[in-house]
Structures are given as C-alpha cells and as structure tokens.
C-alpha cells in the first residue's frame, strides 16, 4: 500500500507562483510513474502532468510553459512548480502513483493509488 500527501496549495494572486509537493510511503517510489491531476467546481477531473519512473514528462497544453513536474527519488516526493498562474488554474490537485507502469499517462483510471489533494486558489 503506498500513502500520499499532498502539501504546498493555497491562495495566490494571477501571475504567482506555488509548488505543491506529494510525499509518498514505501521503498518502492522509484518504481511509480506519477502524475498530478486537477478537478474545478462542477468539472470533470482532468490529467494536468505526469513523470515517469525514468523522468520523462508529459503536460496538457494549457500548462506547458508554466508548471513544472519533477521528482526526487531520494526525498520520496514529486513536486509541481506552478508559474504564471491564472484563475482558470483554480482546482483541487492530486497527485496519483501508477506501479504498473502501464504508460497511459494522461487517463486517471490508469493510477493505484490518489492523495487527498491540495486546493489552489488563484484570484484575478
């Protein structure tokens, strides 16, 4: 069983930044593909980054060249960097672990295990 958790959300203005963090248990992170996904009020939960086990990294097209995902193995933790924020970014974040590397990053139904997510806040 892997546990998540999620840190770092909050409240920030248009054009500010956050980093969420997601520290997940067991020995065995190095394994996972990870991703993080975003759900707005009266929305459908959506893929917003993922890294694979060996660090390859996939966005949506509305973040590329604002958030940033990336993992430290040794930590146990994947972190998103997110710049430039904009009040459509506003969501609850999870991040998610995939241990069987199935590869379809961009499907929520593709990941075991979900942190209890992180809300983010962008005011105009």
């Known amino acids: 069983q892997v546990q998540l958790v999620e840190s770092g959300g909050g409240l920030v203005q248009a054009g500010g930044s956050l980093r969420l963090s997601c520290a997940a248990s067991?020995?065995?992170?190095?394994?996972?593909?990870m991703g993080w996904f975003r759900q707005a009020p009266g929305k459908e939960r959506e893929f917003v980054a993922a890294?694979?086990?060996?660090?390859?990294?996939y966005y949506i097209d509305s973040v590329k060249g604002r958030f940033t995902i990336s993992r430290d193995n040794a930590k146990n933790t994947v972190y998103l960097q997110m710049n430039s924020l904009k009040p459509e970014d506003t969501a609850v974040y999870y991040c998610?672990?995939?241990?069987?590397?199935?590869?379809?990053?961009?499907?929520?139904?593709?990941?075991?295990?979900w942190g209890q997510g992180s809300q983010v806040t962008v005011s105009s």
């Open positions: 998610a672990a995939d241990s069987d590397l199935s590869g379809d990053y961009y499907s929520d139904s593709t990941y075991d295990y």
């Open positions: 067991g020995r065995t992170f190095r394994t996972y593909d």
């Open positions: 890294v694979s086990w060996n660090g390859a990294t």
